[in-house]
């Protein structure tokens, strides 16, 4: 998931033998409006996303979607407050990714994933608390995209450098949202369409199971 919701929602994994295609269009839209509705503390809406969400990229039947997103709204309201309890969100990023493994096949344990995503999470917290400081300073993306390609391998069944693509533009959406929340937006209309446009291009690379041609993001 990878979101932030932190994370909200990663990409849609490989099964046990072959690959499960998504909607990658449908995937970021519902990530976008998940991190906005996040970020407003809009819990019901967060909740209803998710559910739409994990039904298309884990294809979950709507019980266990509908359980699988209370597990989600349970770990970022645990993680929100800046006195967050890190355990307790882990420990329901983990019951997530349980029945995420349950309806799509995923290879990896869900206390490795819970931990991986919740790397990401803070990591991502600790780059927006830079930026807020000094909007004008990009800060360093290479550990944001370094912990989402781990957590996009342990998902993917994948190597870190075959999604490395995909993180590179999932770590650029998330700075779009920092300049959001950060309160130092100049467009936030503007922002959330890169934001999901970014998300869009990243799941892409990850249905297409293969790199882009196009240059990484540092060389545009």
Do not use: K
């Not at 298309?56 to 309890?85: K, W």
């Not at 490795?112 to 991502?124: F, K, N, Q, R, T």
């Not at 830079?130 to 998902?155: E, F, K, T, V």
């Amino acid at each position: 998931m990878s979101s932030n919701t932190p994370g909200l929602a990663p990409a849609r994994p490989a099964g046990r033998n072959h690959p499960r295609v998504f909607d990658a269009d449908q995937v970021a839209r519902f990530e976008c409006a998940g991190w906005e509705a996040y970020y407003d503390r809009r819990w019901l809406r967060v909740l209803r996303l998710m559910v739409q969400l994990n039904r298309e990229q884990f294809g979950m039947s709507l019980p266990a979607a509908l359980a699988a997103a209370v597990d989600i709204v349970r770990a970022s309201r645990a993680f929100a407050p800046v006195d967050n309890d890190v355990p307790a969100a882990t420990a329901h990023l983990q019951r997530y990714y349980a029945r995420a493994q349950r309806s799509a096949g995923l290879r990896s344990e869900p206390a490795s994933l819970a931990g991986l995503e919740m790397d990401y999470w803070i990591v991502h917290r600790r780059l927006a608390i830079a930026r807020r400081a000094a909007p004008d300073h990009s800060g360093d993306l290479g550990p944001m995209a370094a912990a989402l390609a781990r957590l996009h391998a342990a998902l993917f069944d994948a190597s870190p450098e075959a999604i490395q693509r995909s993180a590179e533009l999932r770590a650029q959406a998330a700075v779009a949202v920092d300049r959001i929340t950060g309160g130092y937006s100049q467009d936030i209309a503007a922002d959330w369409r890169e934001v999901e446009d970014l998300l869009r291009r990243a799941y892409h690379c990850v249905v297409a199971r293969e790199l882009r041609t196009d240059q990484p993001l540092s060389e545009q």
